[in-house]
């Protein structure tokens, strides 16, 4: 009795313990013409199943179960995803500013940004996840409407102890914490779409990771999240840019920064323009105009800056992009001393 009625409970059906739970004929991933039409789309391996995919579109509000659910796929998605985008940046631009590394890989891999990819995978969600709804389907429990999401969910009573860690659990079936995390099981709170399209595109990456190759995994990385253009030039902001520069120049033995003025126009005039250029010594760092004096002296200090940490080694190669040119071993990249601390 307890067999069939947790098959029931985890949306299984199963008439006893002597025969297997197994998925409704509406679950079945072979059936699903959706599942197979969004296989194809992603260009997936033929070693990548259906079956994986379907659990892949499985939210964890929906299904509690994490043997039908995607969470463990989501879990070992999200840190892919992390170490890939690392690797590319810091490969890319070695010295780039924690802040700034940052911002950089949340504009790839973000919740909206992976929302955005599914979107264009033409993944479609399902309104209530039942027993009816299609395997190609993504499934999961909505927030209801006026339900907080995110920091507000645990200060919306101003109540800090929900942020505690709750207390072990114990093989006492009467104890509190027993009790407690049973009534949390059965209350799932539900999350955002673009929540939800996330965990499922961080589960696609986890499932060609094993099934296929780590390789077509970084394959697959390449063409659907780094190929998007990101501007990492407009994530800087430096609140002193000149005496930034100075003590660039000093730890680097460069010579102190000079402010020079090449060229100006209308100076009397309502609508005045100066171009000046940061050197050190003969050698130009960089340039900027403005209105003013002052004001171009800082945009050629941020200018400077911008071209010393977005600097890019000329011969840089990824670990992937070498094994596919004949498997030559991973050559070590550029590694910075690091930012300078104003």
Same mark, same amino acid.
């Given at each position: 009795?307890?067999?069939?009625?947790?098959?029931?409970?985890? $949306?299984?059906?199963?008439?006893?313990?002597? /025969?297997?739970?197994?998925?409704?004929?509406?679950?079945?991933?072979?059936?699903?013409?959706?599942?197979?039409?969004?296989?194809?789309?992603?260009?997936?391996?033929?070693?990548?199943?259906?079956?994986?995919?379907?659990?892949?579109?499985?939210?964890?509000?929906? =299904?509690?179960?994490?043997?039908?659910?995607?969470?463990?796929?989501?879990?070992?998605?999200?840190?892919?995803?992390?170490?890939?985008?690392?690797?590319?940046?810091?490969?890319?631009?070695?010295?780039?500013?924690?802040?700034?590394?940052?911002?950089?890989?949340?504009?790839?891999?973000?919740?909206?940004?992976?929302?955005?990819? $599914?979107? =264009?995978?033409?993944?479609?969600?399902?309104?209530?996840?039942?027993?009816?709804?299609?395997?190609?389907?993504?499934?999961?429990?909505?927030?209801?409407?006026?339900?907080?999401?995110?920091?507000?969910?645990?200060?919306?009573?101003?109540?800090?102890?929900?942020? =505690?860690?709750?207390?072990?659990?114990?093989?006492?079936?009467?104890?509190?914490?027993?009790?407690?995390?049973?009534?949390?099981?059965?209350? !799932?709170?539900?999350?955002?779409?673009?929540?939800?399209?996330?965990?499922? %595109?961080?589960? !696609?990456?986890? &499932?060609?990771?094993?099934?296929?190759?780590?390789?077509?995994?970084?394959?697959?990385?390449?063409?659907?999240?780094?190929?998007?253009?990101?501007?990492?030039? /407009?994530?800087?902001?430096?609140?002193?840019?000149?005496?930034?520069?100075?003590?660039?120049?000093?730890?680097?033995?460069?010579?102190?920064?000079?402010?020079?003025?090449?060229?100006?126009?209308?100076?009397?005039?309502?609508?005045? %323009?100066?171009?000046? $250029?940061?050197?050190?010594?003969?050698?130009?760092? &960089? #340039?900027?105009?403005?209105?003013?004096?002052?004001?171009?002296?800082?945009?050629?200090? !941020?200018?400077?800056?911008?071209?010393?940490?977005?600097?890019?080694?000329?011969?840089?190669? =990824?670990?992937?992009?070498?094994?596919? #040119?004949?498997?030559?071993?991973?050559?070590? %990249?550029? %590694?910075?001393?690091?930012?300078?601390? !104003?």
């Amino acid at each position: 009795m307890l067999e069939a009625a947790s098959a029931i409970q985890l $949306g299984i059906k199963g008439t006893g313990s002597s /025969k297997q739970p197994r998925l409704p004929p509406c679950r079945s991933p072979h059936t699903s013409a959706k599942l197979s039409s969004l296989h194809a789309r992603l260009s997936l391996s033929p070693t990548f199943p259906l079956e994986t995919l379907a659990r892949c579109l499985i939210d964890p509000t929906a =299904e509690p179960n994490p043997k039908f659910n995607n969470a463990t796929l989501s879990n070992l998605g999200n840190n892919l995803l992390g170490y890939y985008t690392t690797e590319h940046l810091l490969a890319k631009y070695p010295r780039l500013p924690i802040d700034v590394l940052y911002a950089a890989m949340h504009a790839y891999i973000s919740p909206q940004t992976l929302f955005q990819a $599914g979107r =264009e995978w033409g993944v479609e969600d399902a309104f209530e996840p039942t027993l009816e709804v299609d395997a190609g389907l993504l499934q999961f429990k909505r927030l209801k409407p006026g339900e907080p999401w995110g920091p507000e969910r645990f200060f919306k009573t101003g109540d800090e102890s929900a942020l =505690e860690p709750p207390a072990p659990a114990t093989d006492d079936p009467t104890s509190k914490s027993t009790l407690d995390s049973e009534a949390e099981k059965k209350e !799932v709170e539900g999350i955002p779409l673009s929540h939800a399209t996330a965990n499922f %595109v961080k589960s !696609v990456f986890a &499932g060609i990771y094993l099934h296929e190759s780590p390789s077509s995994a970084h394959h697959f990385f390449r063409q659907h999240i780094i190929s998007r253009h990101l501007d990492i030039s /407009k994530l800087f902001n430096f609140e002193q840019p000149t005496r930034h520069l100075s003590r660039l120049c000093a730890r680097e033995g460069f010579q102190p920064p000079i402010a020079r003025l090449l060229s100006e126009t209308g100076r009397r005039s309502r609508t005045p %323009v100066f171009i000046v $250029g940061a050197y050190s010594g003969e050698e130009r760092l &960089g #340039e900027g105009y403005g209105a003013s004096l002052d004001e171009a002296r800082i945009r050629a200090a !941020v200018s400077a800056l911008k071209g010393w940490y977005l600097y890019s080694p000329t011969e840089k190669k =990824e670990a992937e992009e070498e094994e596919e #040119e004949g498997g030559r071993e991973f050559s070590s %990249v550029f %590694v910075d001393v690091g930012e300078v601390i !104003v």
